[in-house]
């Protein structure tokens, strides 16, 4: 069974940082991109960061560009996210998404979702 | 920026009737559209992938139609565990794009 589960949320200032981290398990870790995907409170899905199987490729949505980075562990079956520079319209549920193929393409749709970890960016 | 539009934002239909979800493209994104399903309080869920491939164990009550700019996603019975919120997304270019989603409600 795959499982994404998703950590690191929580409670941060406008310009903190703060680390999301994905384990995952059920499937072959390196086989697949993985993905970001997040959604503000009563609003809709946005695709943040992915990456490729290997980690050697990233792509990041133009809202996060240059704060937000992407990167995994496949020694260690995780994903992370890297986010700096924080803004109050950060704040959203993050999910851990599973990529339907190995290389980092557009032509990807998103198979699995964690749980989602919650980020709130305020004073 | 492909832009994806569901209309409407809410539909409200019986138990059993028939449930019918547009989504419309910016600019054609070919076949590569899937749905997605999200219940109060839960992730997402694969529905349908390539427009009209279900994936693993989503009921053939759920069926997708469509390619290029115009998609439809169809519910054939209503069953009580099917009132969600029903997002299109389209794969086709970067950047990966959601539409706002159709909440069908009991009516």
């Known amino acids: 069974e795959v499982q994404l589960l998703g950590s690191g949320g929580g409670l941060v200032q406008p310009g903190g940082s703060l680390r999301l981290s994905c384990a995952a398990s059920?499937?072959?870790?390196?086989?697949?991109?993985m993905s970001w995907v997040r959604q503000a409170p009563g609003k809709g899905l946005e695709w943040v960061s992915g990456i490729s199987g290997s980690g050697g490729s990233t792509y990041h949505a133009d809202s996060v560009k240059g704060r937000f980075t992407i990167s995994r562990d496949n020694s260690k079956n995780t994903l992370y996210l890297q986010m700096n520079s924080l803004r109050a319209e950060d704040t959203a549920l993050y999910y851990c998404t599973r990529d339907s193929s190995k290389g980092l393409t557009p032509n990807n749709y998103f198979d699995y979702w964690g749980q989602g970890t919650l980020v709130t960016v305020s004073s | 920026e492909i832009v994806m539009t569901q209309s409407p934002a809410t539909l409200s239909v019986s138990p059993g009737e028939r449930a019918t979800l547009p989504c419309r493209a910016s600019?054609?994104?070919?076949?590569?559209l899937a749905w997605y399903q999200q219940k109060p309080g839960q992730a997402p869920r694969l529905l349908i992938s390539g427009a009209s491939t279900r994936a693993t164990g989503i009921p053939v009550r759920f069926s997708g139609s469509g390619s290029g700019t115009e998609f439809t996603l169809t519910i054939s019975s209503l069953q009580s565990e099917d009132f969600a919120v029903y997002y299109c997304q389209q794969y086709d270019n970067w950047p990966r794009t959601f539409g706002q989603g159709t909440k069908v409600e009991i009516k």
């Open positions: 600019q054609s994104v070919s076949s590569n």
């Open positions: 059920g499937f072959t870790f390196y086989n697949h991109a």
